[in-house]
């Protein structure tokens, strides 16, 4: 190869690197955990046409915001296995090699801006942004949207969330005793609130409540979904010995949200948040 030859070779090896720079951002895909991720877009309205971010919280919970084309802003509580759909889509669509920013090759005025960005425990973060233009291979953007979108409507339906206010909860949780372990019955007559638990001895005692506890209990049934609960749960394997549970909790309206288990129990953290708000209330009277 002469001088000649070797000068345009190694010119043309240049131009070849500088494309892929502008195409790609060259990164390496995360090692990290994702602990957060948002997707939006824009157009000239103040508020977004779309808007979604899904956070870990500082208990392990999964977090799902959305803000709508009118500005309200809404979280709800979504299964973790969420953060883990999303992973697989940046790493299946490489939009961790995204540059930071696109824009058109002309100037536009009016149009539409997005975002994308996401944060993993390792302190790596992903950030891209575009006016009126996307990256070349944009499918993992319009995935992830998708998947987000559908996600929201189903965790935003409150169809089945009774109505009224809340009359009675009841809540029971049996070993291989005769005795229950766990019990709490709260009740509501004459605008009186009144708890009857089990205490560290295992005697019964019955204290008094403010009015403000049936409404914490109606909102962690809503955020939580627990009255798509199951009507039983078991587990996959017999199981001889090991606990059961009842729950039951009545409303104004005379809705009825029921479940019980036996060795097995819904994977949602909306009961277990209830019993540590009773718990409180009953570990206050205690001193």
């Known amino acids: 190869?002469?001088?000649?030859?070797?000068?345009?070779?190694?010119?043309?090896?240049?131009?070849?690197?500088?494309?892929?720079?502008?195409?790609?951002?060259?990164?390496?895909?995360?090692?990290?955990?994702?602990?957060?991720?948002?997707?939006?877009?824009?157009?000239?309205?103040?508020?977004?046409?779309?808007?979604?971010?899904?956070e870990k919280n500082q208990e392990g919970e999964t977090l799902l915001y959305n803000i709508s084309f009118d500005g309200d802003t809404t979280i709800h509580y979504v299964d973790n296995s969420i953060i883990?759909?999303?992973?697989?889509?940046?790493?299946?669509?490489?939009?961790?090699?995204?540059?930071?920013?696109?824009?058109p090759h002309l100037k536009i005025l009016d149009g539409y801006s997005w975002s994308f960005e996401a944060q993993y425990d390792d302190?790596?973060?992903?950030?891209s942004h575009g006016n009126n233009a996307h990256p070349r291979n944009s499918k993992g953007l319009h995935v992830l949207k998708d998947m987000l979108s559908n996600v929201y409507k189903e965790v935003a339906d409150t169809t089945g969330m009774p109505n009224g206010t809340i009359t009675s909860f009841s809540y029971i949780e049996n070993g291989t005793t005769a005795e229950p372990y766990v019990f709490y019955e709260m009740r509501t007559e004459n605008n009186k609130i009144?708890?009857?638990?089990?205490?560290?001895?295992?005697?019964?005692?019955?204290?008094?409540?403010?009015?403000?506890?049936?409404e914490q209990i109606r909102k962690?049934?809503?955020?939580?979904?627990?009255?798509?609960?199951?009507?039983?749960?078991?587990?996959?394997m017999e199981i001889l010995d090991g606990y059961s549970w009842n729950l039951e909790i009545k409303f104004s309206?005379?809705?009825?949200?029921?479940?019980?288990?036996?060795?097995?129990?819904?994977n949602n953290k909306g009961l277990k948040k209830i019993l540590n708000i009773l718990d409180e209330k009953t570990q206050k009277t205690n001193y």
């Not at 995360?30 to 899904?54: D, Q």
């Not at 309206?253 to 819904?266: D, L």
Request: aromatic share 16%; net charge positive; proline share 3%.
């Open 123 to 127: 302190k790596t973060k992903l950030y």
């Open 253 to 266: 309206s005379g809705k009825v949200i029921h479940s019980s288990g036996s060795n097995a129990r819904p």
């Open 194 to 214: 009144t708890l009857k638990y089990i205490n560290d001895d295992g005697k019964y005692k019955t204290i008094k409540l403010t009015s403000d506890i049936t």
């Open 220 to 236: 962690t049934i809503k955020d939580y979904r627990i009255y798509k609960y199951k009507s039983h749960y078991s587990p996959d």
């Open 1 to 54: 190869m002469n001088t000649k030859s070797l000068f345009i070779f190694i010119c043309f090896m240049l131009f070849l690197t500088g494309c892929n720079n502008i195409f790609s951002g060259n990164r390496e895909a995360p090692t990290g955990n994702l602990v957060s991720c948002l997707i939006s877009e824009y157009s000239t309205a103040m508020y977004p046409m779309y808007y979604y971010k899904v």
């Open 84 to 103: 883990d759909d999303i992973e697989k889509i940046i790493i299946d669509n490489q939009m961790y090699d995204y540059k930071e920013s696109y824009k």
